[in-house]
């Protein structure tokens, strides 16, 4: 079997729903269990973050009035606010929808046959779970309150960095003039209503409503997504197999893996 955390041979998404060998199905079985208990817990906490490409003007200092409007549209305490509020509440809401979805839409991001799509139409994501985890909504929730809860603490640290790093980007995006406008605009009691609301007016629930009715769509979208996706690396040479590394190549896998080399290749 060789080191389980390194897969010896190249792999794709699809034959986790489909038998493994000989017409036995319990291999094949077994895995696909194994991947929609991974995909139900993980997918309403995955992010992704893109990478910052643009360049910082060094020459820019953030000015008296940027700090002071920053100081009202992110005041202290926001992360907070909106990580233990609206934002809990959107995430528990997905986890909730994610278990109404049907497994096809799922599988067919997979790469999953049509025949087999025909065969799990009506099944559910939170019909799987409730057999191979009856507890998993009380689970997922304890998941999420507990990452919620150490990503604000990691969050509310990083409070007065992005606030310096707004007021340089007002300082940035806005001449002296507007700046003071907008100073002015804040010091009215609309602006001031504004200013305190705006940063939690895309987490309002009439806008996450409509966030989440995209979920499904989205899912629908996803195989031709990736498959254009795929489509656009066409010119490039394929990834290698393991068979195709060379022994040098296979040593240093082997070391950035913390695996003993001679486990790799069993």
Known sequence: MGDPRWPRRQRSYAPVFEAKGGGNEEGGVKTTLKFL?????????????????AQVNPKITASPEALEIVA???????YRKLMTGSLQQIMSGMSDQI????IREFAKVAGVDQTTLARIDKTTMGEIMEILDPAYRDRMRLMMNGMFAELTNVMEK????IRQGLAEAYTGHFTPIQLHEITAFFGTPTGKDYASQQMFLMTDPAVMTK???????????MPDILSRAVK??????????????????????AKLLGIDPGKMNK
Do not use: C, H, W
């Open 37 to 53: 208990s991974i995909l139900a817990y993980a997918l309403p906490s995955v992010v992704t973050a893109a990478p910052v490409t």
């Open 72 to 78: 009202k549209v992110f005041p202290v305490g926001s």
């Open 232 to 253: 656009a690396t066409e010119g490039l040479p394929k990834p290698k197999t393991y068979d195709q590394l060379t022994p040098n190549e296979r040593n240093q896998l």
């Open 99 to 102: 278990g109404t979805m049907p």
């Open 211 to 221: 966030i989440q009715a995209m979920m499904p769509e989205m899912m629908r979208a």
């Open 158 to 161: 990083q409070e007065p960095a």
